[in-house]
């Protein structure tokens, strides 16, 4: 079962992070893991209530009907010397942009 927790860079409290984002080894072993060729990785995210719920998935176990998927295959494994706070803040910066960029009503939710 997974868990999903805050972070002090998001833009809302209305965004958590499911725990293959926000725990260091579970990050690290994104990055190093040999996908083959037709695998890819993917940000999704689902609303749940008033939140958004984002995480890590393979392309062969996506979500049905994400509200975001964007495949970040390249972020997560460019350099396999980069840290998981590296890799954790490219993928932050990522949910921020979407959710500055998705809609007006989330501009005033802003922290």
Not at 28 to 51: C, H, M, P, V
Not at 76 to 94: C, E, H, M, P
Not at 97 to 108: F, Q, V
């Amino acid at each position: 079962m997974a868990w999903y927790s805050e972070n002090d860079n998001l833009l809302s409290i209305h965004i958590m992070l499911e725990q293959n984002i926000t725990d260091n080894s579970e990050l690290i072993s994104w990055r190093n893991y040999k996908f083959k060729s037709s695998e890819r990785i993917y940000l999704q995210a689902y609303l749940n209530g008033d939140t958004y719920l984002f995480s890590l998935r393979r392309s062969t176990s996506l979500f049905d009907n994400p509200i975001y998927s964007v495949d970040i295959t390249y972020l997560v494994q460019q350099n396999k010397r980069s840290s998981a706070v590296v890799i954790r803040r490219k993928i932050i910066n990522l949910i921020n942009d979407w959710w500055l960029s998705s809609n007006t009503e989330n501009k005033e939710n802003v922290i």
